[in-house]
């Protein structure tokens, strides 16, 4: 009762996101995702991508934004849509029910800062959902979640529909 997430299962830290197991920092080295992969592949995320999202944190302004909006989109927006279509080939040739798109896959870095007492405009971290219809509008998936000191992937389910929750709680 209370909160709506009736299922979660999380992997918190960098265990489980290759040998980057005390910095939390994930080099190229550490993804091996052009393994039996068709069309897209990841590579990694770009050399510049965790000390760029650090930097945003310090430098919350539109102006900073703009003149480094290249780098965030070579090292952080382009492989983050690699990852995500990497990852949902690879769960489509394992017969799982997730699939990932470079267009609708990905977070926005934009805040939505009408209604929040933080006005800061931009994310400082990277996500991106894998579901059954490629689309953050599904009620489950898999989340991957990408910031300098808190890297996770989890799944779970919102609002699942009636009979699937009782299915699920027997």
Known sequence: AGAHLDWFFG??????????QTTNRLAKSDWDWTADMSDT????????????????KFHANREWFADNKALYESDVKNPLGDLAEAAGEACEKAGLPFRGSRKTSPFRIYRDVRFSK????????????????????DTGGIYMHFEPDNCFIASGLWYPPSPQLKAMRE
């Open 11 to 20: 992997v918190s830290g960098a265990n489980g996101l290759g040998s980057a």
């Open 41 to 56: 592949t990841f590579t990694g995320f770009g050399q510049q991508a965790f000390p760029f999202l650090k930097a945003l």
């Open 118 to 137: 933080d006005k800061n405009p931009y994310k400082t971290n990277a996500s991106a959902v894998l579901s059954r219809t490629g689309t953050k509008k």
